[in-house]
């Protein structure tokens, strides 16, 4: 079975920094990207940004440039994202999903709840 | 805002059939493949449609997709309460930078009467 498994929910204070993960497997990790997207509370889901697994090019969404890094580690079939400093604005769920042939989303990971507060 | 408009809700009786439009530009949906995804409460999105009107294994054909210049539509027949969920539309956008972004359209809520 084709899945995508995420790391669970974390609770963090602003100014820290983290790291989710999302392992893949039933499948060529490297064959497909790996995007994540962000849903905030009671809202829509946004594009954060794509990594290719097989050599780790990267690209974002111009909304999330500069403040997340993704990742990928191939030998171990997970891709990572990452913040260096948490503000609560980056309360939201997170999920990876593998970009199938460039040009739909499908599995999708279970999520990854983000929970920023003081 | 999103570059792709959808209606923010609708809503259909049991039994029913329901559109969703997704609404976009020449720099998305008019040059690139749209597919569909739904979100019952509290779950990850699920694949429903991908390249325009192809369903996934598993996805009943009462879901169906088309698109037509800059506009995408999801249908939807025979409406059952388990129906009711958010549903987005997606696909490539080129307008903001050289390289191409994803864009999901705002979402819309599904209510089954």
């Known amino acids: 079975e084709v899945q995508l498994v995420q790391s669970g929910a974390e609770v963090k204070k602003p100014g820290e920094s983290l790291r989710i993960s999302c392992k893949g497997s039933g499948y060529s990790f490297t064959s497909y990207w790996i995007s994540w997207v962000r849903q905030m509370p009671g809202k829509g889901l946004e594009w954060m940004g794509r990594?290719?697994?097989?050599?780790?090019?990267?690209n974002y969404s111009p909304s999330f440039q500069g403040h997340v890094t993704i990742s990928a580690d191939k030998s171990i079939s997970t891709a990572y994202l990452q913040w260096s400093s948490l503000k609560a604005s980056d309360t939201a769920m997170y999920y990876c999903a593998s970009l199938l042939y460039g040009n739909w989303f499908d599995p999708w990971g279970q999520g990854t709840l983000v929970t920023v507060s003081s | 805002q999103s570059v792709l408009t959808q209606p923010p809700s609708v809503s259909a009786a049991p039994g029913q059939k329901v559109t969703i439009s997704c609404s976009g530009s020449s720099s998305n949906i008019g040059n690139n493949y749209v597919s569909w995804y739904q979100q019952l409460p509290g779950t990850a999105p699920k694949l429903l449609i991908y390249e325009n009107n192809k369903r996934p294994s598993g996805i009943p054909d009462r879901f169906s997709g088309s698109k037509s210049g800059t506009s995408a539509t999801l249908g939807i027949t025979g409406l059952q309460t388990g129906d009711e969920a958010d549903y987005y539309c997606g696909t490539w956008d080129s307008s903001l930078s050289a390289v191409a972004n994803w864009v999901f359209g705002g979402g819309t809520k599904l209510t089954v009467l």
């Open positions: 990594i290719d697994p097989s050599d780790s090019y990267t």
